[in-house]
């Protein structure tokens, strides 16, 4: 009886060792599936930051291409005014160059016929932007010189009033034009933004379906990708604040 309970003995003694070496296999269970918790919870936790960050970027552009949509609008505005003070600067300017074309007419028929009279009555008429391209034109002898210009309205001497300020005007409203291109297209950028971002919005969300904590994870990794793109973007973008 005494041998057979030494010899029941050793077997345990065996059986006991490898129990212990094994351990419970409900604790290894509970430690693998905390920290599959611990995981899920942070990628949880920078998906929430990340998803914040990215609605607080979305709104500042949609802000930034609305401000940038209406300094097009006014751009366009001006440019529009100012193509309107350009018409009524060059109807002043055809309104002074037809009169003066009437009293050079009524001065080249006197000179024709002869009276001295009504030549001198006329020339005593023309206004004060035409007379310096008359004398200019009348010193080249245009009767006897070939080269000459065939009137005074030729010459860059004679400039009616109103053709200068219709340049100006026209060349500022192709300005103001050209801005509110270059506005429409900031705009059109800060829009291009908001789109990057709804792809950071959705990936972020989207991470949440999958049950592998890897694929999760690299779908988080791209919402972080394309985030940072929309971000390099955004800072090298001219703001109105």
Same mark, same amino acid.
């Given at each position: 009886?005494? %041998?057979?309970?030494?010899?029941?003995?050793?077997?345990?003694?065996?059986?006991?060792?490898?129990?212990?070496?094994?351990?419970?296999?409900?604790?290894?269970?509970?430690?693998?599936?905390?920290? +599959?918790?611990?995981?899920?919870?942070?990628?949880?936790?920078? =998906?929430?930051?990340?998803?914040?960050?990215?609605?607080?970027?979305?709104?500042?552009?949609? $802000?930034?291409?609305?401000?940038? +949509? +209406?300094?097009?609008? !006014?751009?366009?505005?001006?440019?529009?005014?100012?193509? !309107?003070?350009?018409?009524?600067?060059?109807?002043?300017? %055809?309104?002074?160059?037809?009169?003066?074309?009437?009293?050079?007419?009524?001065?080249?028929?006197?000179?024709?016929?002869?009276?001295?009279?009504?030549?001198?009555?006329?020339?005593?008429? $023309? =206004?004060?932007? $035409?007379?310096?391209?008359?004398?200019?034109?009348?010193?080249?002898?245009?009767?006897?010189?070939?080269?000459?210009?065939?009137?005074?309205?030729?010459? %860059?001497?004679?400039?009616?009033?109103?053709?200068?300020?219709?340049?100006?005007? %026209?060349?500022?409203?192709?300005?103001?034009?050209?801005?509110?291109?270059?506005?429409?297209?900031? +705009?059109?950028?800060?829009?291009?933004?908001?789109?990057?971002?709804?792809?950071?919005?959705?990936?972020?969300?989207?991470?949440?379906?999958?049950?592998?904590?890897?694929?999760?994870?690299?779908?988080?990794?791209?919402?972080?990708?394309?985030?940072?793109?929309?971000?390099? $973007?955004?800072?090298?973008?001219?703001? !109105?604040?």
């Amino acid at each position: 009886m005494a %041998d057979e309970g030494e010899q029941t003995e050793r077997t345990a003694q065996p059986e006991q060792v490898a129990r212990a070496g094994q351990g419970d296999p409900g604790e290894t269970s509970e430690t693998a599936q905390h920290g +599959g918790h611990a995981g899920r919870s942070w990628r949880e936790t920078v =998906t929430v930051v990340l998803l914040a960050v990215t609605a607080v970027l979305t709104a500042w552009s949609g $802000f930034e291409a609305s401000k940038w +949509g +209406g300094e097009m609008s !006014i751009a366009f505005s001006r440019a529009s005014t100012q193509r !309107i003070e350009a018409s009524t600067h060059r109807a002043h300017a %055809d309104t002074a160059r037809s009169i003066d074309l009437q009293v050079f007419s009524l001065w080249l028929e006197a000179y024709a016929t002869g009276d001295t009279e009504l030549e001198e009555f006329t020339r005593a008429r $023309f =206004t004060p932007h $035409f007379r310096p391209a008359f004398e200019e034109w009348l010193a080249s002898r245009p009767l006897q010189n070939p080269d000459a210009a065939p009137s005074p309205f030729a010459l %860059d001497a004679y400039v009616p009033p109103g053709a200068v300020e219709a340049v100006e005007a %026209d060349e500022r409203a192709d300005a103001l034009f050209a801005q509110a291109l270059v506005n429409n297209q900031r +705009g059109d950028n800060y829009t291009l933004t908001t789109v990057l971002f709804a792809l950071v919005l959705f990936f972020g969300a989207f991470a949440g379906r999958f049950r592998s904590e890897r694929a999760a994870w690299a779908m988080v990794g791209l919402a972080c990708a394309v985030l940072v793109v929309g971000v390099v $973007f955004l800072a090298t973008f001219p703001k !109105i604040v």
